[in-house]
């Protein structure tokens, strides 16, 4: 149980805040507060679109894991120098607290309806012949992959508003991908996008910027999602947000100025590209130096975080990837043996405390 009365809330309950509230549920008074009733493992979900099974081990109730804390699942949307306000109109009062609100997605609120979402997008694949993808960049070619591989009959056009894929990591990986890609013939078109406020499913000729008409029974909107930090900027928070909307964070992951608010994952400064595994390991340095505060150990005893060079690895289908590592990039088989089988999902949820093999356990 708890050791203490300290109060610990946390906003967001994606990889960076499920982490941190599953540390400390037994070290401090933990509320996770959340929009939907679940954890999602986000890197898994493009394989659960072509293979809706796999989703049972990815969305976890965060009951499963957070067995001695409090969950309130609405937005948080204002915060003062001592609570937190939801959108249903809880006021959740904090001695320290964490953001780890990421990026903004509409997903549904209970994991029923999100494990029926990847059957329903697991349908439309099927029953297509030909499938637009809009975006290229991690998600997109993802999605491409997983189609290509598991349907390879099915035509995939996908269509990116840049000059090449996968701009978040360098030129090698990028025209490795497009070649694999091709070779599995899928049509990658640069430079156009698809006017997105008219689309519709059911829709059969989508027409891109530069005038081109493509036919496709269907489409998957691959594009980035906004930064959810929009509700911070009328609150006490406002000074922390640097022009992109991110929380700027000290290298002990705490906000600018703030000695008892810390942020951690997608929604920080951190000079370095938003990836889960790194929002899991600032988790930890978080739940550590929160450990030491509540127990009121010395500054000096914290952690703190240092930015990583770009290492990135994205799945190609079910057996290969490619990897960007500081001095390599690969592609094939052997990046391909570290992520696309089981895409992490059994290590992240050993590191939740649950079963990796299985969601009945
Ligand atoms: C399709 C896809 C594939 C990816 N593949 C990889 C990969 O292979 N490897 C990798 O390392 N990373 C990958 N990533 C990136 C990784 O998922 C993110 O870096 C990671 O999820 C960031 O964690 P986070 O906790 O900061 O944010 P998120 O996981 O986005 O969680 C944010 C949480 O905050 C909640 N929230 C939002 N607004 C509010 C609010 N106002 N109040 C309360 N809660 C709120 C959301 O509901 C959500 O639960 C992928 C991402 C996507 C989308």
Redesign the pocket.
């Given at each position: 149980m708890e050791k203490n009365g300290k109060r610990v809330v946390i906003?967001?309950?994606?990889?960076?805040?499920s982490l941190v509230a599953k540390s400390l549920q037994f070290h401090a008074h933990v509320t996770l507060?959340?929009?939907?009733e679940y954890f999602e493992i986000?890197?898994a979900?493009?394989r659960s679109m072509v293979e809706p099974y796999f989703a049972e081990r990815t969305i976890i109730n965060h009951r499963d894991y957070l067995t001695n804390g409090d969950i309130v699942t609405s937005?948080?949307v204002n915060v003062t120098e001592t609570e937190v306000l939801t959108a249903d109109g809880h006021r959740i009062g904090y001695d320290y607290l964490v953001i780890?609100?990421?990026?903004?997605d509409s997903v549904p609120k209970t994991r029923r309806e999100r494990l029926n979402q990847f059957k329903e997008d697991n349908q439309k694949i099927k029953s297509s012949h030909s499938i637009l993808i809009v975006g290229g960049g991690?998600?997109g070619v993802?999605l491409a992959g997983e189609i290509a591989v598991d349907f390879p009959d099915k035509r995939v056009t996908l269509v990116h508003r840049g000059s090449r894929l996968l701009e978040f990591i360098g030129t090698k990986a990028a025209d490795k991908t497009l070649n694999w890609l091709k070779s599995k013939n899928v049509i990658v078109k640069f430079e156009q996008s698809v006017d997105l406020s008219t689309l519709t499913d059911g829709q059969k000729m989508y027409k891109t910027s530069n005038g081109e008409t493509i036919e496709a029974d269907c489409h998957f909107l691959c594009i980035g999602k906004p930064l959810?930090s929009a509700?911070l900027k009328e609150t006490v928070l406002k000074n922390g947000l640097d022009a992109q909307g991110r929380i700027k964070v000290d290298e002990k992951l705490r906000v600018k100025s703030r000695n008892n608010i810390f942020a951690?994952?997608?929604?920080t400064d951190i000079p370095e590209i938003?990836?889960?595994?790194l929002?899991q390991q600032q988790a930890d340095v978080v739940a550590k130096n929160l450990k030491v505060m509540i127990e009121g150990g010395r500054e000096c005893r914290m952690d703190t975080y240092k930015p990583h060079s770009t290492v990135a690895?994205v799945s190609l289908g079910r057996k290969e990837a490619v990897a960007q590592f500081p001095f390599l990039t690969i592609i094939g088989r052997i990046p391909g043996f570290i992520k696309s089988g089981d895409l992490f999902v059994g290590k992240t949820r050993k590191q939740m405390g649950l079963n990796p093999d299985s969601a009945h356990a």
């Open positions: 906003l967001g309950g994606g990889v960076a805040g507060v959340d929009p939907k986000t890197w979900s493009l937005h948080a780890a609100t990421g990026h903004a991690p998600t993802e959810a509700w951690i994952g997608d929604i938003k990836q889960g595994f929002a690895i």
